[in-house]
């Protein structure tokens, strides 16, 4: 069995997809969006394949923060359940953070869940570093962000809509702004150090839903390390 990792292609949504269902059963997943996504300027996603056959794949993209630093957001890995533990998840982190550094990203990141040991291991592999505190991840379909807030428009795997931004420290979560969705999708996302969060007042006043905890891993100084990025042909094989 010889494994490649190669850059995605639209042609790769069905098989992303397959794997979507394996990993996240629970979850409504859509060859359109996946297609959309992988076309989105700014992206690079990923794909380990066998004879064509996707068994794994990783999506990233760019995005720029308040302060204006490029970060090279690591934003869904999945393996197919039947070729874990063989290294293609650490294969496609390093594929997706070399693709990264090609565009100029100051830092890499990603967004897990704090019961997530085998992501952590795998990014803790690739060099990435968790920081410190947890947070927790809200969801809103109503349009209602807190007020102080800048918003960012993001298409990924699993949904295209914005994501709230800002010093959280100085929002006031108890007062909030309506924000219009028009062109946008129809999903707002937001990361919340979990200290900053009080009882149910995100649910009360912005009507987001949590989806759980997580923690941020981080790979900072990709624009000044000097190691040159590989090709996938070059990628050993399993």
């Not at 066998?50 to 690591?74: H, I, K, M, N, Q």
């Not at 704090?114 to 291991?121: C, D, L, T």
Request: hydrophobic share 45%; aromatic share 8%.
């Amino acid at each position: 069995m010889s494994i490649e990792i190669n850059l995605a292609t639209v042609r790769h949504a069905p098989g992303i997809v397959a794997v979507q269902r394996l990993a996240w059963p629970d979850e409504t997943v859509d060859v359109a969006q996946v297609r959309a996504a992988i076309a989105a300027p700014g992206h690079a996603a990923w794909v380990a394949l066998d004879a064509g056959l996707v068994l794994g794949f990783v999506d990233g993209f760019l995005t720029c923060s308040p302060a204006g630093t490029r970060r090279w957001e690591v934003d869904l890995l999945a393996v197919h359940p039947g070729y874990l533990r063989q290294g293609l998840g650490r294969r496609l982190v390093q594929a997706s953070t070399d693709a990264g550094r090609q565009m100029g990203a100051s830092l890499a990141r990603a967004l897990i869940a704090v019961e997530n040991v085998a992501s952590q291991r795998t990014f803790a592999r690739c060099a990435y570093q968790p920081e410190p505190g947890t947070c927790e991840l809200y969801v809103s379909s109503r349009g209602w962000l807190p007020r102080g807030l800048h918003t960012l428009p993001v298409v990924t795997f699993n949904y295209t809509g914005l994501w709230a931004e800002g010093a959280w420290a100085s929002v006031a979560l108890d007062a909030a702004q309506m924000v219009c969705l028009d062109g946008y999708g129809d999903l707002i996302g937001a990361v919340i150090p979990t200290e900053h969060v009080r009882g149910r007042q995100v649910e009360r006043v912005w009507g987001a839903e949590r989806v759980g905890r997580y923690r941020w891993w981080v790979l900072e100084g990709l624009a000044f390390r000097a190691r040159v990025p590989r090709s996938a042909a070059k990628f050993e094989t399993l």
